[in-house]
């Protein structure tokens, strides 16, 4: 069992910066790929970012590709998304995801987060 909590969600301006967290305690962390995703009110949930076991590969959705950015520590257990210039259409929930193999379908991923709310104004 993996489990997942995100946080660094908020309200921000568009134009802003945020950096959300996802910290996993459970089975062997670095093991795992690990994905973003976020769901907007009244949309279905969406791909956002991948990033492999040790971190050297990485791979976007088309809609955030250059303003998103995937990383993780393994010592910490921690993924992060970095996100510039923010825009409303940004809005979501973001979830983190842990799978043994991961891609940007939501049934790679075995072991999801209760997600973080992002919330951009204009």
């Known amino acids: 069992q993996v489990q997942l909590v995100e946080s660094g969600g908020g309200l921000v301006q568009a134009g802003g910066s945020l950096r959300l967290s996802c910290a996993a305690s459970g089975r062997t962390f670095s093991s795992y790929v690990m994905g973003w995703f976020r769901q907007a009110p009244g949309k279905e949930r969406e791909y956002v970012a991948t990033?492999?076991?040790?971190?050297?590969?990485?791979y976007y959705a088309d809609s955030v590709k250059g303003r998103f950015t995937i990383s993780r520590d393994n010592a910490k257990n921690t993924v992060y998304l970095q996100i510039y210039s923010l825009k409303p259409e940004d809005t979501a929930v973001y979830y983190c995801?842990?799978?043994?193999?991961?891609?940007?379908?939501?049934?790679?991923?075995?072991?999801w987060g209760q997600g973080t709310q992002v919330t951009v104004s204009s």
């Open positions: 995801a842990a799978g043994e193999y991961g891609s940007t379908s939501e049934g790679s991923y075995h072991y």
């Open positions: 990033i492999t076991w040790s971190g050297d590969n990485t």
